[in-house]
Each structure stands twice: as structure tokens, then as C-alpha cells.
């Protein structure tokens, strides 16, 4: 085990290197795109690279501390020298694991912002209230992950919060940790409106979409129609009088995107064009996860985005992701935005299976 793992980082850590010489060339850094290639595989591989050493260390320790307990004599050094050994072998297999997942083909799409788009599903007015209420929980979750969140497009239910709201999410590996998120989220709670007291269930349903990169999706002009019209919401003296508010149509594919946010057209069309690239980008990307989660038995990340993933029980104040069987009795805190322990569960499961697979 030792030795192949080993044999394992030493390729790694001379690969490593050699990105390392390859970024700082002049012909590496004017080619943008191959640059960028090599600049996110580099930091891909830091972790890795000095987990290892840290392996390297503990190995070299182990032995070192068996060598010496062949040959000391003095039994209180020997008592000593084998709490250290004992200590340093229990942490040897987890780092091991660790290094094992960390060994694991991440999905290129992992470093990427998102977008995200929740809607309301079954439910009426309360399907809108829950919409709104899941946005507001991946806002203060992105705050608290020190991510940058932008609106994109706005439909207000018509008692509060949305019928559906599109936003982007930019930060370090934002897809990675919400792509989780995607699928149908149901709420059971009784409802504002509800004279008898009964419980209704509601749902709202969220998909997180890698966000595009420009070199990853070529648009034509030719292939998009841009039609322009009147915001309308909030946003002061421009709403209603000003044609700032952008539709795109990318007529090859059908997709359409809207951008209202701003007061600027110039602002609105650059953030149709990402959502628009984004869209076009993820009819193959939803391939090759139909392929991934055709292979895999719990796919617990993504694959069906209209699967039921989480129930939201309010007068049980609990929350259940049914992807892991995990139920937590602190909904309150969830909805203000404390869901890294349901994540970091999810991530957990799916490093089990990848593992299993490449086992296998």
C-alpha cells in the first residue's frame, strides 16, 4: 500500500514541478487558454502535493521510531516512544484515505461558479413563499463562504417571494459544494392561509448549473436574436421607461434567457450572455451526468434534477436529505443558512462510492 502510493505522489509532485517551470514561460502565458489549463491543474495538485509530504514525514517517523525501540534500553523512553508510535500509526490510515479521494479525477466543472435558478413548484402561493425562503438560505450561505451573489431575473409570487429567481454565484469552487443543491425541495408546514390548522406539503424545485467559461462555448451573432423591453419591479424612475431589460434567443438551441436586474442594457446583456453560454454549455454537460449517474447507485449529487431530495418539516422542526437518509432537528439554523454539515455529508457518501468504483 505504502509503496504504491508513494510511487503514486512521486509522479505527481514531478508533474507538479513542471507545471510549476511551465507557467512562468512567456509562450505558456500569452496562449490564455492553455495557461488557465495549466494554472487550475497546478492548484489542483497542491493539495495533493503537500498532503504527501506530510505522508512521506509519517512514514519516515514510524520507521524511525521502530529502529529505536529495538535498540533503547531505558524503559521510560520505550513507554514514551510507543505512545508516539501508536499515534502516528492510528493517523496513518486516515491520511491514507485521504490522500486515496484526494487521488480521485475531480470533475473539471468543481472550480466553477454557478448559476442557479430555483422555481416554485406544486403548492400555489406557498410554493412562492418557500422559493423565497430557499433564496434567502443560499444567499446567507454564500455570505458566510465569502461568495459573490448577483440576480439575474426576478417572477415575484404573488404573496411574496418567487415564482422563480435566476442568480449567479461566483467564488473558489462554487459548483463543487453546490451542485448538491439540485433537485426538488419540499416543505411541510402549515401555511399562512390555512384556517383549519393542517399541514400542506409545497415544493420548489433548484437547478445549479456549472457557469460557462467564454473559450467553452463559442456564440455566433448570427445565432442569437436580442430583443430589448421594460424592466418592471423594483429599480426606481428607469422601470417602465427604459428599454434596459435584455431576452436573448439562441435560435439553434431554442434557449431563451432574460437579464432584468439592472438599470444598464450593456449590464443586462453580459449577464444574458453567461447565462445564456451556461445553458448552451450544460445540454452536454447533462450527458455526460445521465452517464455518471446510469453507473453509480445513490448519485447523490446531480443526475436527475426533478428526483425529491430534501424535506423541510417545520412543525417538526427537522430537515431530511433522502439521498443519505440524514435527518437534523435544527431547521431554523438551515434556513438561515447552516446547511455545510448536510453538504459536507453528501460529499462524504460520494467520495465512498467514487472510491468503491475506482476500487473496483
Same mark, same amino acid.
Request: proline share 3%.
Given at each position: 500500500?505504502?509503496?504504491?502510493? /508513494? ?10 514541478? %513542471? ?15 492553455? #495557461? ?8 489542483? /495538485? ?8 506530510? #505522508? ?10 521502530? *529502529?529505536?525501540?529495538?535498540? %533503547? ?8 516512544a510507543k ?7 492510528? +493517523?496513518?490510515?486516515?491520511l491514507e484515505?485521504?490522500?486515496?479521494? @484526494? ?50 431575473? &426576478? ?14 454565484? &461566483? ?12 433537485g426538488v *425541495? ?8 390555512? &384556517?383549519?390548522?393542517?399541514? *400542506?406539503?409545497? =415544493?420548489?424545485?433548484? =437547478?445549479?448549473?456549472?457557469? =460557462? ?34 431576452? @436573448? ?8 434567457? &432574460? ?48 428526483? +425529491? ?21 435544527? /431547521? ?7 446547511? %455545510? ?20
Amino acid at each position: 500500500m505504502a509503496n504504491s502510493l /508513494l510511487n503514486k505522489l512521486e509522479h505527481i509532485r514531478l508533474r507538479f514541478e %513542471e507545471i510549476g517551470t511551465q507557467i512562468t514561460d512567456p509562450e505558456v502565458i500569452s496562449d490564455t487558454k492553455r #495557461y488557465i489549463k495549466l494554472n487550475k491543474e497546478y492548484k489542483d /495538485l497542491e493539495d495533493l502535493v503537500g498532503v504527501s509530504k506530510e #505522508y512521506k514525514n509519517l512514514l519516515e517517523n514510524i520507521s524511525n521510531t521502530r *529502529h529505536m525501540l529495538k535498540d %533503547e534500553k531505558d524503559e521510560e523512553m520505550r513507554e514514551m516512544a510507543k505512545a508516539e508510535l501508536d499515534e502516528m500509526e492510528d +493517523k496513518l490510515p486516515e491520511l491514507e484515505e485521504e490522500i486515496k479521494v @484526494l487521488l480521485l479525477p475531480s470533475d473539471p466543472e468543481d472550480n466553477k461558479n454557478a448559476v442557479v435558478e430555483i422555481r416554485a413548484g406544486t403548492g400555489g402561493d406557498e410554493a412562492s413563499i418557500f422559493a423565497g425562503e430557499l433564496f434567502r438560505m443560499y444567499v446567507k450561505y454564500c455570505e458566510n463562504k465569502n461568495w459573490k451573489v448577483e440576480v439575474t431575473n &426576478t417572477s415575484e409570487g404573488s404573496s411574496g417571494g418567487y415564482k422563480e429567481i435566476v442568480f449567479n454565484v &461566483t467564488g473558489n469552487g462554487v459548483y463543487g459544494i453546490l451542485k448538491y443543491e439540485s433537485g426538488v *425541495h419540499r416543505v411541510q408546514r402549515v401555511p399562512q392561509t390555512e &384556517t383549519q390548522g393542517r399541514v *400542506h406539503t409545497s =415544493a420548489a424545485s433548484v =437547478a445549479v448549473l456549472p457557469e =460557462a467559461e467564454e473559450f467553452d462555448v463559442v456564440l455566433r451573432n448570427e445565432d442569437i436574436r436580442k430583443d430589448t423591453y421594460c424592466s418592471s419591479g423594483p429599480g426606481g424612475q428607469s422601470v417602465n421607461t427604459t428599454y434596459s431589460a435584455i431576452r @436573448l434567443t439562441h435560435i439553434p438551441t431554442g434557449i431563451v434567457v &432574460t437579464c432584468q436586474d439592472q438599470k444598464s442594457q450593456l449590464k443586462n446583456l453580459d449577464k444574458a450572455m453567461i447565462e445564456l453560454r451556461t445553458r448552451i454549455y450544460n445540454l452536454e454537460y447533462q450527458k455526460h451526468l445521465d452517464n455518471i449517474s446510469s453507473k453509480r447507485k445513490t448519485m447523490v449529487s446531480t443526475g436527475d434534477r426533478s428526483a +425529491k431530495i430534501r424535506t423541510y418539516n417545520f412543525p417538526q422542526g427537522r430537515v431530511t436529505d433522502h439521498r443519505v437518509n440524514l435527518t437534523l432537528y435544527n /431547521l431554523p439554523a438551515i434556513m438561515d443558512g447552516d446547511i %455545510e454539515p448536510i453538504i459536507n455529508k453528501l460529499q462524504m457518501e460520494e467520495n465512498a462510492e467514487r472510491l468503491k468504483a475506482a476500487e473496483a
